[in-house]
């Protein structure tokens, strides 16, 4: 049984450009979460989806945007990347109504 | 919204002695806090969780506590080996989504 997958593993970009960061959630899971963790810092919530909507979202702008698949996996897009946007994305799964996440190894996002 | 603060930041200790980290949290309706375990450049892998309606849990040398009246809850580890070095998050959750503490990055010297 595959874990929480995620790709791309590391990928550069610079700024003003997008980014398009791809997750498939455990098997069974059908919620999928987004954070971000910039280097020394705690996960920080970004959104989360279930039934291919965005039903939470946390304190990021407009640039963060994403979207859920009829097959429960999910992207993450960014817009006009900054260098703050540096960070490793992390992408976190569960089954409905379960606390438990799992999370994935996540996309390390360097923008130059 | 849900507010994590962790404690202490950075931990050092002698293989063989316990290690404790402390959080706070500030929503009462948190009912879900779990404790996770993060590798240099890994994911962050759950080592153990606590409800609001227990007040401790136990799994071998960890071990989590949890005072809801003062909103505080703490990881204790045992009999610390060097393989438990990591950076360990907790967090809290309840009607809002997992929010994490700053991390505590362990420290076991042998």
């Known amino acids: 049984d595959a874990g929480v997958t995620q790709s791309p593993t590391h990928l550069i970009k610079t700024r003003g450009q997008q980014v398009t960061l791809r997750c498939s959630p455990k098997s069974g899971h059908d919620t999928v979460s987004w954070y971000q963790q910039a280097l020394g810092q705690g996960p920080q919530f970004i959104f989360q989806?279930?039934?291919?909507?965005?039903?939470q979202r946390g304190n990021f702008p407009d640039r963060f945007s994403g979207h859920q698949f009829p097959n429960y996996s999910s992207e993450l897009n960014v817009n006009a990347l900054l260098l703050g946007d540096s960070a490793l994305y992390l992408c976190?799964?569960?089954?409905?109504?379960?606390?438990?996440?799992?999370f994935g190894e996540g996309s390390r996002l360097t923008v130059l | 919204g849900e507010n994590v603060e962790q404690h202490p930041s950075t931990l050092s200790v002698q293989e063989g002695d316990s290690a404790v980290i402390k959080c706070t949290y500030s929503d009462s309706a948190s009912n879900y806090f779990p404790w996770y375990k993060q590798e240099l450049g890994k994911r962050p892998q759950l080592i153990i969780d606590?409800?609001?309606?227990?007040g401790e849990k136990k799994d071998q040398r960890i071990a989590v506590t949890l005072n809801k009246t003062a909103k505080h809850f703490s990881l204790h580890i045992t009999e610390t080996q060097p393989e438990d070095s990591a950076v360990y998050f907790c967090a809290a959750s309840g009607n809002t989504p997992l929010v994490f503490g700053k991390g505590t990055r362990l420290s076991v010297i042998a």
């Open positions: 606590i409800r609001s309606n227990v």
């Open positions: 989806y279930y039934e291919e909507e965005e039903r």
């Open positions: 976190a799964s569960r089954a409905t109504y379960t606390g438990e996440l799992f």
